[in-house]
């Protein structure tokens, strides 16, 4: 693996570090098909500029059309893109923009599982690629909200047609933002954190 | 124009738990952190706050750890750390065992989901939002 000399390696500016003070942690994942505005909300309610981990993964491809059969390796960096915001001097938001591709899912521990919910990000020029994941994440019980990320020459549907469309069970917000304004986004994490606390409130799992 | 129709996916049943000793078989890469006195394991996660123990990095100390604890003389995720060192998050489970281990690191557990969520922290999320 390549290594940066530890002397150039720029860290947080000073106005970027948490304070001392900061005891845990805790996560959101927005998810969503490639170009759907996830860095775009991160961006715009992080308070840092958005960084990037990257992991690389490595497929051993079984040999069906190539080589006679002989099996070949790829590897794939995958990116994810992340923001952060400050709660209180104790406790800190992290915003995961991750593919919605389940195949990566496995690379972060516990991404997932322990994300307190999930955004599902959707384009309504495209709503088949957002199924998956949001079959995904019913299966794990992974409790979300939808976004519509609205843009200009999107299709726009009645919101009860996309609830139908989308089968969302009772009670799962649906909502339209702009992901590159500040207040919108925060309204979507506002409408999940809401919504995880009516589940807490009745005590159910989603 | 009619949109294409999903059809909505039931929990999982919950997995069994798997047997003593045979449940990390198929990932032998996952990475561990000592966490804590009672010698119990915890998975490293992207938003486990790491914090250095001391500024000055020991001479002993490789490159990247001597970067990386320079990088944690405030509280900085996993994640940050990744981004920072432009290492892949499986690369930080090696680093950070290592830290943990020779005592360099305090690491601070992050909150996860419950089955029934704490209501006290969602609302101090909320508050949090707000202020935004």
Redesign the interface.
């Known amino acids: 693996?390549?290594?940066?000399?530890?002397d150039t390696?720029?860290?947080?500016r000073a106005e970027d570090?948490?304070?001392?003070t900061?005891?845990?942690?805790?996560?959101i994942v927005i998810v969503g098909g490639f170009g759907v505005g996830k860095t775009t909300m991160v961006g715009s309610?992080s308070e840092i500029k958005p960084?990037?981990?990257?992991?690389?993964m490595t497929q051993a491809g079984i040999g069906v059309d190539d080589n006679f059969g002989s099996a070949t390796k790829t590897a794939t960096t995958v990116a994810m893109d992340?923001g952060?915001?400050?709660?209180?001097d104790q406790?800190?938001?992290?915003l995961?923009g991750t593919p919605g591709q389940q195949r990566f899912w496995f690379?972060?521990?516990?991404?997932f599982?322990?994300?307190?919910?999930a955004v599902v990000l959707v384009d309504?020029r495209r709503?088949?690629v957002s199924?998956d994941v949001?079959?995904?994440l019913?299966?794990?019980?992974?409790p979300f909200v939808v976004a519509i990320n609205s843009f200009p020459d999107a299709?726009r549907?009645p919101m009860d047609?996309?609830r139908?469309?989308?089968?969302?069970?009772p009670g799962i917000p649906i909502m339209e933002c702009d992901a590159r304004r500040?207040a919108s986004s925060?309204d979507v994490?506002?409408t999940l954190?809401?919504f995880?606390?009516s589940?807490?409130?009745t005590?159910s799992?989603? | 124009?009619?949109?294409?129709?999903?059809?909505?996916?039931?929990?999982?049943p919950e997995p069994s738990k798997p047997k003593e000793g045979e449940g990390k078989v198929g990932n032998p890469e996952?990475?561990y952190v000592v966490a804590g006195p009672d010698g119990e394991r915890a998975?490293?996660?992207?938003?486990?706050?790491i914090?250095a123990r001391a500024v000055d990095p020991p001479p002993s100390a490789t490159?990247?750890q001597?970067?990386l604890l320079?990088?944690c003389a405030?509280?900085?995720?996993v994640?940050?750390l990744?981004?920072?060192?432009?290492?892949?998050?499986?690369?930080m489970g090696v680093l950070l065992t290592d830290l943990l281990t020779a005592e360099l690191v305090h690491a601070?557990?992050?909150?996860?989901?419950q089955?029934?969520?704490?209501?006290s922290?969602?609302?101090?999320?909320?508050?949090?939002?707000?202020r935004?």
Do not use: C
């Open positions: 693996m390549d290594f940066k000399g530890s390696i720029p860290g947080p570090q948490l304070p001392h900061a005891q845990a942690a805790a996560k309610v960084l990037t981990t990257e992991e690389t992340f952060r915001i400050s709660i209180t406790l800190v938001l992290y995961f690379l972060w521990n516990g991404l599982e322990g994300a307190l919910g309504t709503l088949e199924f949001m079959g995904r019913e299966e794990r019980g992974v299709p549907y047609e996309l139908t469309a989308l089968d969302l069970a500040r925060r994490l506002m954190m809401r995880l606390h589940l807490a409130m005590g799992r989603t | 124009m009619t949109p294409p129709q999903r059809q909505r996916r039931e929990p999982a996952r990475m998975e490293l996660d992207l938003v486990t706050l914090v490159p990247e001597a970067a320079r990088l405030a509280p900085l995720s994640a940050e990744s981004a920072y060192l432009g290492l892949p998050f499986s690369a601070r557990s992050p909150i996860v989901r089955a029934v969520p704490d209501r922290l969602l609302e101090a999320v909320m508050n949090g939002l707000q935004l």
